[in-house]
């Protein structure tokens, strides 16, 4: 009888020594692949291979070697780092939200600068970023805050996570040894992707009925608490040159920002964040809202908003020559000019696809 409650016993000692050993083994595999580099930058030879950004971008802002930022929502991530490294001599890495709001861009770029000395951000400010929320949107929006925080007892979600192991460690080897991934290609989806009239006319829904525009300082509290904490980031960071810019949006979003009734209100919210972002000797800021040969031709777009690759480029070459640069003399002019733009849009642009029949309308 004794014999067997021994028996019994060292069973059971070994099925748990070996339940231990095969989750040591588990958090190793993870620990030493980390594909979302929340403990270190790529080892053993692996590419850093970066497609979801929510899971990674924090880890390779910690962790990974860099001097610049490239900082912004959805249509930043078809950059190619290399543009940038060759251009200004700097090691580039991206720090993407997709929404881009600003408190979540600038949460990114505080984790940046704790570790690392930045000489240039390359900064997209999307106009809708002015009039959001000052608070930081990952936890509400589902993001895996194990990754973000820096508590060590929550990494089992990662450590023991059946994705982790089956799916996304083979996919990060794949691209790494047995497929021709570009590592300066982080985030980028446009592969994935077409880019043409008719899609960029399928995403777009018009008013039926114009609304009343709003007035000028209708986001004004949002706008002041955004200001704030942008100029913050410039103020702490004098060593850094900070370039920003305004996309190049398709004439469809213009036409439904002019139907929502929030032009205005979108004109004066960038001409409040510039005027108070020239103030700083280490900013530059550069629009191309206003460039009707991009914005009107809807092959460069697969919606109203995102648009091709070829478009990242154009922008960064205007940057690199200086193109398109607002200062405190003509920033007022300039972005006159976009509404002026938009006006076109309205009158004179999307005229012919509305008569064709073109455009459709909202339900």
């Known amino acids: 009888m004794k014999e067997n409650k021994n ?55 910690r962790n990974f070697d860099y001097d610049a930022l490239l900082v912004g929502s959805s249509v930043m991530e078809n950059n190619d780092n290399s543009w940038y490294d060759e251009a200004y001599g700097v090691h580039s890495i991206k720090a993407i939200r997709s929404y881009g709001a600003t408190a979540d861009l600038c949460y990114l770029m505080d984790i940046a600068y704790e570790n690392h000395d930045i000489k240039r951000v390359f900064y997209n400010i999307d106009p809708a970023s002015l009039s959001a929320s000052d608070q930081t949107t990952y936890e509400s929006t589902g993001c895996p805050m194990y990754l973000y925080d820096r508590n060590p007892f929550n990494d089992v979600q990662y450590l023991f996570n059946k994705d982790v192991l089956l799916s996304k460690i083979p996919y990060q080897v794949a691209n790494s040894f047995m497929g021709d991934y570009n590592e300066n290609l982080s985030y980028n989806w446009a592969k994935w992707k077409s880019f043409s009239q008719d899609l960029a006319l399928s995403g777009y829904a018009r008013a039926k009925e114009a609304a009343d525009m709003m007035e000028e300082d209708a986001y004004q509290k949002q706008l002041d608490a955004n200001i704030a904490l942008l100029t913050k980031e410039v103020a702490a960071h004098p060593e850094t040159e900070f370039i920003f810019f305004y996309p190049t949006y398709s004439m469809l979003w213009w036409d439904g920002i002019v139907r929502s009734g929030e032009r205005d209100a979108y004109i004066y919210n960038e001409k409040e964040m510039t005027k108070a972002l020239l103030e700083y000797d280490n900013v530059r800021i550069f629009c191309f809202q206003n460039l009707p040969e991009v914005a009107t031709n809807l092959d460069n777009y697969m919606d109203t908003i995102h648009f091709t690759p070829d478009i990242n480029r154009l922008m960064l070459d205007k940057i690199i020559a200086g193109e398109c640069e607002m200062t405190k003399d003509n920033y007022v002019e300039v972005i006159d000019g976009v509404k002026d733009f938009s006006d076109r849009v309205v009158d004179e642009f999307l005229v012919p696809y509305l008569d064709e029949g073109l455009v459709k309308y909202e339900d």
Do not use: M
């Open 7 to 61: 028996t019994s016993k060292n069973f059971i000692k070994r099925l748990l020594a070996g339940i231990l050993a095969i989750l040591v083994l588990i958090a190793a595999v993870v620990f030493v692949f980390d594909p979302f580099y929340h403990y270190h930058k790529p080892w053993l030879g692996l590419k850093a291979v970066l497609h979801d950004k929510e899971y990674q971008c924090v880890g390779t802002l």
